[in-house]
């Protein structure tokens, strides 16, 4: 266990999950030099609202879902590229009560030079086909019932704005459950000075989409 007295601590003080959150220190959960790792108190808080039986983190890139499963005694699933897992073509198990998918924002951040990751998908209209495939798959292996949060950011390129959490929220309106508005903190745009009226992206969304009880 990382923690046992954080993780206690976090846990008897937590409020309940609301519409935004904001985690300003991502604890001692997953490799924090690993680009792009979330803060661990985020799958405490969706570990600790859904109680799932067993997680699934389909692209766990820095162990951080991992670690947090670990030290809450939850049944855990994790695969990524870097340990020989393609999680959008290879069995990676079904029945999963909670699915949390954080992949790439686009080109935002190159994870490898494996053809296969998503943020070499290259165009922006292959990567969102390649994000619809990819829920699609992930939602098939929820168990009746379960959850598939998936966690992303918009980007600019080019003086264009790409809404990624707008694609996102637009894969399965059927099935959605919520969105959570997750504050960024510690990126670079909060030190940067801007001219004009450009406004720096600070957030990130979490969608929750939930297959139907049986």
Not at 2 to 23: C, F, G, I, N
Not at 49 to 71: I, Q
Not at 115 to 140: H, I, K, N, Q, V
Not at 145 to 161: N, S, W
Request: glycine letters at 10%; proline letters at 7%.
């Amino acid at each position: 266990m990382r923690d046992a007295k954080a993780l206690a601590e976090y846990l008897r003080q937590r409020a309940p999950l609301t519409s935004v959150v904001s985690y300003p220190g991502r604890g001692p959960w997953g490799n924090n030099r690993y680009p792009g790792n979330c803060s661990g108190y985020m799958l405490i808080d969706l570990c600790a609202t859904f109680r799932p039986g067993h997680v699934l983190d389909p692209m766990e890139g820095g162990g951080t879902s991992r670690e947090v499963c670990a030290d809450m005694g939850i049944l855990y699933s994790g695969f990524d590229l870097h340990s020989g897992t393609d999680s959008l073509r290879d069995p990676i198990g079904e029945n999963y009560d909670l699915i949390f998918w954080h992949p790439p924002y686009h080109d935002m951040k190159l994870y490898s030079e494996d053809p296969r990751d998503l943020s070499r998908a290259g165009s922006l209209p292959a990567f969102t086909a390649l994000l619809r495939a990819g829920y699609w798959r992930f939602f098939e292996l929820l168990a009746p019932g379960g959850r598939l949060a998936v966690l992303m950011g918009d980007l600019r390129r080019g003086g264009r704005y790409e809404p990624l959490t707008v694609d996102v929220a637009r894969l399965d309106r059927q099935h959605i459950e919520g969105i959570i508005v997750k504050i960024q903190h510690n990126v670079s745009s909060n030190s940067t000075r801007y001219g004009g009226t450009f406004v720096p992206i600070l957030h990130e969304t979490l969608t929750i989409f939930r297959r139907p009880p049986a």
